[in-house]
């Protein structure tokens, strides 16, 4: 049995941030069941990780209780970890909405952060499989790498998202074993699916892509959606499905750019003889033209219609309201909605106030970003107010 100062299970984003206590002096060991670290960093943003967003802030979160990220992201912003990119030299470039992405590589992310681990002696073991854990005067946690016994425990381990990439409920489990409640929990940021004819309008344009704002509720997001095998998916769909819950609607504006209702009439004026499915086409790429008048609409030349059925046209294109059978779950989730509830936590700290030396860190609070950056930024600031503290 070891002794030391800090036990952080979980080396991946929130996990990396052992530097912080070890910058503090800490002796910090963090454990992870992996032959890698930060397998999560490696896959993201295409390879080139989305490692922040100029734009996080507390807004950009869902959590039960959407105040408890406030003093996390305030304590250690998204200009704080830009300052350690730019500390290591790391080219990166802004794409749309304010998301970050490193120029070369994803191992840039993942290497600076265990070069900052390594300059404060942080002791990394990997593959290390947990056989128990228990608190009696401290933490003592065994693993096949050995064992180790420290006044504080950090559950840095995540959600259940992506399983293929090593995501377990280990945190959940530590959770229910030391009394700390979870919150609902299901599958986020995902591609939605559909049945019957809607799954079947949706597979013969598998692979077409276009812009739309997609809504359920108050929430609205503008961004890229395509078409795929199983239903629908893309950023804009990524989005809502944080939002959406089964049994529910959500609805796509699918021209976002156009008054659809004045282009129609204006062109049943300016076009009467042309079809409806070409007219659409000014509007819609032909693929999409073609199938929306071939599902919806009588394909009719425009001039034969009545104002009331192109304002119709116009509606559906404009409000295209869809119930989802499902999403992909969490094989295709990027996130875990839901987790530990932030209520068993202090927001400063990420301290458990009822276990005393207990923390939890990024992904297995109750705490989710939206898509583009957020959700690493959860995990960078709350494992410095966590590191802060232990």
Same mark, same amino acid.
């Given at each position: 049995?070891?002794?030391?100062?800090?036990?952080?299970?979980?080396?991946?984003?929130?996990?990396?941030?052992?530097?912080?206590?070890?910058?503090?002096?800490?002796?910090?060991?963090?454990?992870?069941?992996?032959?890698?670290?930060?397998?999560?960093?490696?896959?993201?943003?295409?390879?080139?990780?989305?490692?922040?967003?100029?734009?996080?802030?507390?807004?950009?979160?869902?959590?039960?209780?959407?105040?408890?990220?406030?003093?996390?992201?305030?304590?250690?912003?998204?200009?704080?970890?830009?300052?350690?990119?730019?500390?290591?030299?790391?080219?990166?470039?802004?794409?749309?909405?304010?998301?970050?992405?490193?120029?070369?590589?994803?191992?840039?992310?993942?290497?600076?952060?265990?070069?900052?681990? =390594?300059?404060?002696?942080?002791?990394?073991?990997?593959?290390?499989?947990?056989?128990?854990?228990?608190?009696?005067d401290g933490f003592t946690?065994?693993?096949?790498?050995?064992?180790?016994?420290?006044?504080?425990?950090?559950?840095? +381990?995540?959600?259940?998202?992506?399983?293929?990439?090593?995501?377990?409920?280990?945190?959940?489990r530590m959770a229910k074993?030391?009394?700390?409640?979870?919150?609902?929990?299901?599958?986020?940021?995902?591609?939605?699916?559909?049945?019957?004819?809607?799954?079947?309008?949706?597979?013969?344009?598998?692979?077409?892509?276009?812009?739309?704002?997609?809504?359920?509720?108050?929430?609205?997001?503008?961004?890229?959606?395509?078409?795929?095998?199983?239903?629908?998916?893309?950023?804009?769909?990524?989005?809502?499905?944080?939002?959406?819950?089964?049994?529910?609607?959500?609805?796509?504006?699918?021209?976002?750019?156009?008054?659809?209702?004045?282009?129609?009439?204006?062109?049943?004026?300016? =076009?009467?003889?042309?079809?409806?499915? +070409?007219?659409?086409?000014?509007?819609?790429?032909? =693929?999409?033209?073609?199938?929306? +008048?071939?599902?919806?609409?009588?394909?009719?030349?425009?001039? +034969?219609?009545?104002?009331?059925?192109?304002?119709?046209?116009?509606?559906?294109?404009?409000?295209?309201?869809?119930?989802?059978?499902?999403?992909?779950?969490?094989?295709?989730?990027?996130?875990?909605?839901?987790?530990?509830?932030?209520?068993?936590?202090?927001?400063?700290?990420?301290?458990?106030?009822?276990?005393?030396?207990?923390?939890?860190?990024?992904?297995?609070?109750?705490?989710?970003?939206?898509?583009?950056?957020?959700?690493?930024?959860?995990?960078?600031?709350?494992?410095?107010?966590?590191?802060?503290?232990?």
């Amino acid at each position: 049995m070891k002794n030391t100062d800090v036990i952080i299970i979980g080396a991946g984003a929130a996990g990396l941030c052992a530097m912080r206590a070890g910058q503090r002096g800490k002796r910090v060991v963090l454990l992870d069941h992996a032959q890698e670290p930060g397998t999560k960093i490696i896959i993201s943003g295409g390879g080139r990780c989305n490692f922040t967003n100029l734009h996080a802030t507390p807004d950009k979160f869902f959590s039960n209780n959407p105040h408890f990220c406030i003093s996390a992201l305030k304590n250690y912003t998204q200009h704080d970890f830009i300052a350690l990119v730019q500390k290591h030299k790391i080219a990166y470039h802004e794409k749309t909405l304010g998301q970050l992405f490193c120029d070369r590589s994803a191992h840039d992310i993942l290497n600076m952060l265990l070069e900052e681990c =390594r300059a404060v002696k942080v002791d990394l073991q990997l593959a290390a499989q947990i056989s128990d854990v228990s608190k009696s005067d401290g933490f003592t946690v065994v693993s096949s790498k050995g064992a180790w016994h420290a006044p504080a425990l950090v559950l840095a +381990t995540g959600g259940l998202s992506i399983p293929k990439m090593g995501a377990t409920d280990f945190a959940h489990r530590m959770a229910k074993r030391f009394g700390l409640p979870l919150t609902d929990i299901r599958p986020g940021l995902v591609p939605l699916t559909f049945q019957n004819e809607t799954l079947e309008f949706m597979r013969a344009l598998s692979g077409v892509s276009t812009e739309v704002i997609a809504w359920q509720g108050k929430k609205k997001f503008r961004e890229g959606m395509v078409f795929t095998h199983r239903g629908i998916s893309g950023p804009a769909i990524l989005q809502i499905s944080s939002v959406w819950r089964e049994g529910q609607s959500i609805t796509l504006d699918m021209l976002p750019n156009a008054d659809a209702e004045g282009f129609l009439l204006e062109r049943k004026k300016a =076009r009467p003889n042309a079809e409806l499915k +070409t007219i659409l086409s000014e509007m819609l790429s032909q =693929r999409l033209a073609q199938a929306f +008048t071939g599902m919806y609409f009588n394909n009719a030349a425009i001039g +034969t219609m009545t104002d009331k059925a192109l304002k119709d046209v116009a509606k559906l294109l404009k409000q295209w309201v869809l119930t989802p059978s499902g999403s992909e779950g969490y094989a295709k989730a990027e996130v875990t909605l839901g987790g530990i509830d932030t209520n068993a936590l202090s927001s400063k700290t990420m301290q458990a106030m009822g276990v005393p030396g207990l923390y939890v860190i990024g992904e297995a609070v109750d705490v989710t970003g939206w898509l583009g950056g957020y959700n690493f930024q959860w995990a960078w600031s709350s494992g410095w107010a966590c590191g802060s503290s232990v």
